[in-house]
């Protein structure tokens, strides 16, 4: 039986695998994508909605969510039905916790509105007043905020879907239910891939493995001993309560001092995330937390004192998700196989930069050239910069791996 060949093949179905699988097809490259499960039943799916914000995020991440931010708009005016995508504004609110002083926080956040402005993400340090008047249901606890006119919000699996539709339609072919168990090496090279069913896919030039916490597993035969990916996974808690007075949060929200996120979905449901963390079972069932779901709603009241009224909906934890131990993701290309790259430790603030990375991933495929931008989340910065390896981490990040 003759082998099956693919120019480009591409692990995982989520935003990341659908948008560089779409960006490589319209650039003429030949193109397979393949999924475990479905597409989107990753991190990249799920209930409600994932922000799309710039603010708070680590500075090397700044320039990217910019470009990433540009992409969303442009693709949602580009593509027939859009890709979820709304444009609200976001406020990372704060309060002055005991034992700070105002004068110290404010100094902290007028810097960082300064550093995102400079780096394309439009940031204002606002007050109290101004920030009730954007947000009417703000406690009057809350003393100010940072304001980004272009951080959003966006319907994730709707998103990750719609790219992989428009992969296909561009020519790429996508496989779904086809786990990857193994990559063969030879040569210095990755030659194909072994799926779970024990089939072979033959890999003619680039093998991108996307499938976040999957990764490790597939690359780690031929990592060698400095090359670390120091990643793990968690299971985020979203918690949806109703709205009964129809009440209004109008954009993206999120808070300098308690661990959340909050959102209003189309129905008026209002959607709170980056909270207190659950755990699964040996069988993958949902070990919820009466202690972290009662944290989470109280950070969620203080905030907003309307949802004191509000009746509790659900709660989700289904969707496990990938870190990386610095906080950014982690991207490169092991030293023993040329051509091969990788990229996880997304999760957590990965669905709001992944049209940035994607792009970047892509030029990288098209032009064989390692792109600047992508050099600050390189594994080879976990390489020590003393004893037998004195290189410079730029000479390091800049070395062929």
């Known amino acids: 039986m003759s082998e099956t060949r693919y120019e480009i093949v591409i692990v995982g179905g989520g935003i990341y695998g659908a948008s560089v699988a779409y960006d490589l097809a319209t650039s003429g490259k030949q193109v397979l994508l393949l999924e475990a499960g479905e597409i989107a039943s990753g991190a990249s799916g799920g209930p409600g909605q994932r922000g799309v ?17 540009e992409r969303w708009l442009e693709f949602q005016g580009k593509f027939k039905d859009g890709v979820g995508y709304t444009r609200t504004g976001g406020l990372t609110v704060y309060e002055v916790p005991v034992g700070l002083r105002k004068g110290e926080l404010r100094a902290e956040l007028a810097t960082r509105a300064a550093v995102q402005t400079s780096m394309g993400a439009p940031t204002e340090l606002i007050d109290g007043d101004r920030a009730r008047e954007i947000e009417p249901e703000l406690s009057a606890n809350i003393s100010g905020a940072l304001y980004c006119p272009n951080d959003g919000v966006g319907d994730h699996t709707y998103a990750t879907r719609t790219f992989a539709r428009e992969a296909e339609n561009a020519g790429a072919v996508i496989r779904t239910h086809s786990k990857v168990d193994s990559v063969v090496y030879e040569g210095g090279r990755a030659t194909g891939v072994r799926l779970e069913s024990g089939e072979h896919i033959g890999v003619e030039d680039q093998l991108l493995l996307l499938c976040n916490g999957a990764v490790k597993k597939l690359v780690e035969p031929v990592l060698t001993s400095e090359e670390i990916i120091p990643i793990w996974s968690h299971i985020p808690q979203m918690m949806y309560v109703s709205n009964p007075n129809n009440r209004k949060i109008n954009g993206l929200i999120g808070h300098r001092n308690r661990k959340l996120a ?106 064989g050239e390692h792109p600047l931008e992508l050099l600050p989340f390189s594994h080879t910065r976990f390489r020590p910069t003393v004893g037998s390896d004195v290189r410079s981490s730029a000479e390091r990040l800049a070395s062929p791996v």
């Open 53 to 69: 914000r710039a603010s708070g995020r680590d500075v090397r991440e700044l320039a990217i969510t910019a470009r990433a931010q």
């Open 262 to 367: 909050a959102k209003q979905l189309s129905d008026g449901t209002v959607m709170l995330s980056g909270g207190l963390t659950v755990e699964h079972d040996a069988d993958g069932g949902l070990l919820g937390s009466l202690a972290a779901m009662g944290i989470n709603l109280q950070d969620a009241v203080t905030t907003f004192p309307f949802l004191e009224k509000s009746e509790f909906q659900k709660v989700d934890g289904s969707r496990p998700e990938t870190f990386c131990l610095d906080g950014v993701p982690c991207i490169g290309k092991p030293a023993a196989a040329h051509n091969v790259i990788f990229g996880t430790g997304w999760s957590g603030h990965g669905f709001a930069i992944s049209l940035g990375f994607a792009e970047s991933l892509a030029n990288w495929v098209n032009s």
